[in-house]
């Protein structure tokens, strides 16, 4: 011990110091301590040497070493992990705990160096996910234990799987888009879509910032040959065998009906005689099923004989009808009969109820129900069948209740006509949401945000009138019904241009020509040339005010000796004249604000906008000046027109 102990008896108490401590050193210590006058005195101590185990080292059944995150385990698997310890004095014990609880504190001494002690979990659940699960060694409860810790991380199945939205019959060849969502999985499932076995590779996933969900999008065009078909969609984990999970459905495409047109199964393979009967299968494909079948040869209709016969569905009826839960839908069901005297039987049958109906009402071969929706499963097929004296109706009508919604955009929106002050759009309509549609104009000035005009019409061919010349117009077109309106088919127009100095001429023109009068009027001052020169620019300029003769003359009665001002307008080259009555002080002022106006506009042309609040007042003051006046027509030959008849 020589080069690690140092006997120190400089203080009150003597010192024996070993550095550093070795296992060896254990055993017992004498001391010895002389006195001059006393005997000598012997003091036995005894050193028990502590020896911390060593870190204890985690491994599989595999046998290979864990460290930290081990996994990932399969949910279900079991967990298998022994723990091995070396050293240690004295022999330590080798604990398992998960977080703060213990789970086993029994150890195997393999020999006098190994201690084990191994812990088995039979199944992992998904609570097991980051449990940490550690080894503890402890010999003394002066030093804090050895311990070697391991978290387990792990591989989820998905849970549930669901195919979004309504199960609404589809339309052949009108794309549709289906979205399944699937939750559970660690990592996110795989989602595939699959029709009868075949698997369809148009479809986009979405995994959610959680990453336990995914959401998957199929864009899908049925066609007639998937009515009746499933399709499936398919949640997967790739690394959990067995862990598919299925969300199916029933397809239901509604589709025109497919004839096929061929000879009888007898006479298809035997060659065709003159004068032989011929007979021909005509068999049809459709949803709804086919009503009625007609017949044509040589693009002539054959007609059938259905006089004393059972009802038949009449052709072009509605069939697909829109609702919304707790709102009444009037089905109309009209049969064909001979007799007419019919009875009508009305059913309700979907994928998981069926039952008769009775809130209808009778009138001859019509039949009108009042549906009203209460859930979701009330959405399906209203079965229409009519029975007469001959018997039971064979074929059914069948009309379908879907879930309405908003239409569909407006398109191919064209202009048809455009002129200076009009134009005109046709648009073709899209499907209408199962319930009838009107259709909704706004027309905005360009760069003024200002509405123009706004109207309804039952149709999709839209008709704008009383715009400005020159103009460019914002466009927007809407198709509504009662669930709301589509997204709007937006444009920009410009109406033609008008001549730029008409207005300004004309007016200047009347102003030359109105004359006053305060001497009774000559009869030759009423020469139908006179009047009725350079008639035709109203027909060519509409939007200015129209020129006219202006005439005043002062008439007295007995009963009134007030002033009355005459102005006359040619109309027509008939001989027709307009004669309009307003008061002096009224009519001036207009045709002062006129005057103003287009002065303004004449001499301001460069700097006024041609759309500006200043070409919508000049309109403005046109109309309101053809509306102050009251017009009243008379015809008398100019030449023989007579003061005293005024």
């Known amino acids: ?245 299925k969300a199916s459905w029933k397809l239901e495409v509604i589709y025109k009906p497919l004839p096929t047109l061929q000879l009888g199964s007898k006479i298809r393979h035997l060659p065709i005689q003159e004068g032989s009967d011929v007979y021909m299968e005509c068999e049809t494909r459709a949803n709804p099923p086919v009503t009625k079948t007609g017949w044509k040869f040589d693009g002539e209709d054959i007609s059938a004989d259905y006089s004393a016969d059972s009802p038949i569905c009449k052709p072009n009826q509605k069939i697909l009808y829109g609702g919304a839960i707790n709102r009444p839908v009037e089905v109309s069901c009209n049969v064909e009969s001979d007799p007419d005297n019919v009875t009508f039987i009305w059913t309700f049958n979907s994928s998981v109820d069926s039952r008769k109906l009775l809130d209808f009402n009778t009138i001859g071969t019509s039949s009108i129900l009042t549906y009203i929706p209460k859930f979701k499963s009330d959405f399906g097929k209203l079965i229409c069948t009519g029975m007469n004296s001959v018997g039971l109706q064979v074929a059914p009508c069948v009309f379908s209740i879907v879930p309405a919604g908003p239409p569909e955009p407006l398109e191919n929106c064209t202009v048809t006509n455009l002129t200076q002050t009009m134009i005109t759009m046709k648009c073709v309509e899209g499907n209408d949401g199962g319930l009838r549609q009107n259709f909704y104009a706004e027309v905005f000035h360009k760069g003024l945000n200002e509405l123009a005009t706004n109207f309804t019409t039952q149709t999709p061919v839209f008709l704008v009138g009383g715009l400005n010349s020159g103009c460019l117009y914002v466009i927007k077109l809407y198709a509504t019904n009662a669930q709301g309106k589509s997204d709007p088919f937006v444009t920009n127009i410009k109406t033609l241009q008008g001549p730029a100095t008409q207005s300004g001429r004309r007016r200047r023109k009347f102003r030359e020509q109105d004359l006053k009068y305060s001497e009774p009027l000559e009869k030759e001052l009423f020469v139908s040339e006179d009047l009725s020169k350079d008639t035709t620019c109203e027909e060519k300029c509409p939007d200015v005010i129209p020129e006219m003769k202006h005439v005043e003359i002062t008439v007295s009665d007995a009963a009134s000796s007030s002033a009355t001002e005459i102005h006359l307008f040619p109309e027509t080259s008939s001989g027709q004249y307009l004669i309009q009555d307003s008061s002096t002080k009224k009519l001036r002022q207009l045709e002062r604000q006129a005057d103003s106006l287009v002065e303004t506009m004449d001499s301001g042309r460069a700097q006024v906008p041609q759309c500006s609040q200043l070409g919508g007042d000049y309109l403005e003051l046109q109309t309101g000046y053809r509306e102050e006046v009251a017009e009243v027509s008379f015809a008398v030959p100019f030449r023989d027109f007579q003061q005293t008849e005024v």
């Not at 203080?11 to 010895?32: H, N, S, W, Y």
């Not at 070396?86 to 001494?109: F, K, Q």
């Open 1 to 245: 011990m020589a080069s690690r102990a140092y006997f120190n008896i400089t203080g009150t108490m003597a010192r024996l110091q070993l550095d550093p401590v070795i296992k060896e050193d254990e055993g017992a210590f004498l001391c010895r301590v002389d006195f001059r006058i006393a005997r000598t005195r012997y003091l036995e101590v005894g050193l028990r040497i502590i020896v911390p185990p060593k870190k204890p080292v985690v491994k599989n059944g595999a046998g290979q070493i864990q460290q930290s995150l081990i996994g990932p385990y399969n949910e279900g698997d079991s967990l298998w992990l022994q723990c091995e310890v070396t050293g240690g004095n004295p022999r330590p014990n080798l604990t398992w705990w998960r977080e703060s609880v213990l789970l086993d504190d029994s150890y195997e001494i393999i020999d006098n160096f190994i201690i084990k002690n191994v812990i088995e979990i039979p199944v992992l659940q998904r609570h097991d996910l980051m449990a940490t699960f550690t080894c503890m060694a402890i010999n003394n409860d002066i030093l804090p234990p050895s311990q070697s810790t391991v978290a387990v991380d792990m591989n989820f199945r998905p849970l549930e799987v669901h195919i979004e939205g309504e199960r609404r019959p589809l339309l052949a060849g009108r794309p549709v888009k289906i979205e399944c969502s699937t939750a559970g999985s660690r990592p996110p499932a795989e989602v595939t879509w699959w029709k009868e076995g075949i698997q369809l590779k148009s479809a986009k996933s979405l995994i959610p910032a959680n990453g336990n969900s995914t959401l998957s999008t199929l864009t899908f065009t049925p066609s007639a040959a998937d009515d009746g078909k499933m399709l499936f969609c398919s949640s997967e984990n790739r690394h959990i065998p067995g862990s598919t999970i």
